[in-house]
């Protein structure tokens, strides 16, 4: 399997976009609230909070905040229609949009050379994927905040695996389509890109083991949320974050001193492990250099809070030491930070399992604050399922639907009460981001 670098990826990035010669995504700003637009990609918030995440640690003192508003089956029609009701009223001064995946009518692409009738079913799906994709970045642009467009992540139609059935064209070239739609625009509006399409799709022809997308091959799970983040945070410039700190040990064989790091660095996850794996991330996600000069030369033990994390050479320290890759203090306090971001992440997936309902009621025109409406609209909802899906038709889908419509039912009155959960676990998140002091202890423990 070939280790596919940040640089490599990002070549691919910068081949297509000098293309399209749209603009590349700027950093996302300390203290931003970032709106992520999109389907369930988007939803499952993997790589969305990913990047509040790394953004957190990249700016303790003033993070950005991530507002969630995908929804599972989305396509860019449907995310036009949801804009006025579902997104515009909710602040955000920049909004990240992607679109595709539902879009293109994946089934459509099994066959290299379709029929009259499937080709004018393609053409149909992209032809409205584009019109759509143009209205709404009308529609966003003219609310005044700043829209970056993002090429679809791929369909992977490279991996062998079983089930689901592969579907050979789907990805190329059907989202690869959707990828140049979305290229072209920006380039026409001037905007900026956020290119997923292209470097993910190399990613799966070259690293198949990896796994980046889930069974489904439609969805990133954990460490594929991870690899997206990373390569966002690299087409904007933004890494690698962290400190650079120098002490002078004026020739003493023992020294100890007071460490006070602005920055946590990335925590040594599995997901990170992972994606470290084929994608090296060491030094190129966070760094926290340390140097220490005048040592007398020989082999040191590093210690934090009285345990030792590391030995290295005096050499080494000179040069400086990434505490980044140890198990040091500062990795005790962002491991701690992940647990607050996967909670965030999993309450904010949960709680947006509401839109789901609510596209179905305003689609159908029915008043949310009429309980009996909505009511008598979800027990025809639950009616027509019957008739579409029940009775061994389609389970899984017969199951989920219905599924969506309990947890709507049942939680309908909580949305504030969720709401001001997510805010208190953001608070949570910011919280266990900032940096903590303690004490380092260089101590000489052998020669050479």
């Known amino acids: ?225 991870l690899l997206m983040a990373v390569i966002a945070l690299e087409q904007a410039g933004e890494l690698p974050f962290g400190d650079e700190t120098a002490f002078d040990a004026k020739g003493a064989a023992t020294v100890t001193f007071d460490y006070s790091p602005k920055h946590l660095p990335y925590p040594r996850t599995d997901e990170y492990r992972a994606v470290n794996a084929v994608h090296p991330l060491d030094g190129r996600l966070s760094r926290e250099t340390v140097r220490v000069a005048n040592l007398p030369a020989g082999r040191y033990a590093l210690s934090g809070n009285g345990t030792k994390f590391a030995e290295v050479t005096s050499e080494e320290l000179a040069k400086g030491v990434d505490l980044a890759l140890y198990d040091t203090p500062s990795m005790a306090m962002a491991k701690a930070a992940a647990n607050a971001f996967n909670s965030r992440r999993s309450h904010m997936q949960m709680s947006r399992r509401l839109v789901s309902t609510r596209v179905f009621l305003h689609t159908a025109g029915v008043d949310e604050n009429d309980r009996a409406a909505v009511d008598a609209a979800i027990a025809k909802r639950r009616v027509w399922l019957e008739e579409k899906m029940g009775g061994g038709k389609n389970p899984k889908m017969y199951k989920y639907n219905n599924g969506q419509l309990d947890f709507y039912v049942a939680n309908r009155d909580k949305a504030a009460a969720m709401d001001a959960e997510n805010e208190r676990l953001y608070r949570q998140l910011v919280e266990r981001c900032q940096p903590k002091g303690w004490k380092m202890k260089v101590e000489k423990i052998g020669e050479g």
């Open 1 to 225: 399997m070939k280790k596919l670098t940040l640089t490599s990826l990002l070549g691919v990035v910068l081949a297509v976009s000098a293309v399209a010669a749209s603009r590349a995504p700027s950093p996302f700003a300390a203290g931003s609230r970032v709106m992520f637009y999109g389907d369930s990609i988007t939803t499952h918030n993997y790589f969305t909070y990913q990047i509040e995440f790394i953004e957190a640690l990249r700016h303790p003192e003033k993070p950005m905040l991530t507002v969630s508003r995908g929804h599972a089956g989305d396509t860019a029609k449907g995310g036009f229609a949801r804009w006025d009701w579902d997104a515009a009223p909710v602040p955000s001064d920049r909004v990240v949009m992607m679109f595709g995946m539902n879009d293109i009518g994946r089934g459509s692409w099994m066959s290299a050379t379709p029929d009259a009738a499937t080709a004018a079913k393609r053409a149909k799906a992209v032809e409205t994927y584009a019109e759509y994709t143009r209205k709404l970045t009308d529609k966003i642009l003219a609310s005044g905040r700043k829209l970056t467009l993002v090429t679809p992540s791929p369909f992977d139609q490279y991996t062998p695996k079983e089930p689901p059935e592969n579907i050979p064209f789907c990805n190329d070239p059907g989202l690869a389509t959707c990828a140049k739609i979305v290229r072209d625009l920006a380039a026409e509006k001037n905007l900026e890109v956020l290119d997923y399409h292209a470097p993910l799709t190399a990613f799966l022809q070259e690293s198949p083991e990896f796994g980046l997308l889930a069974k489904d091959r439609v969805h990133p799970d954990g460490k594929g949320g």
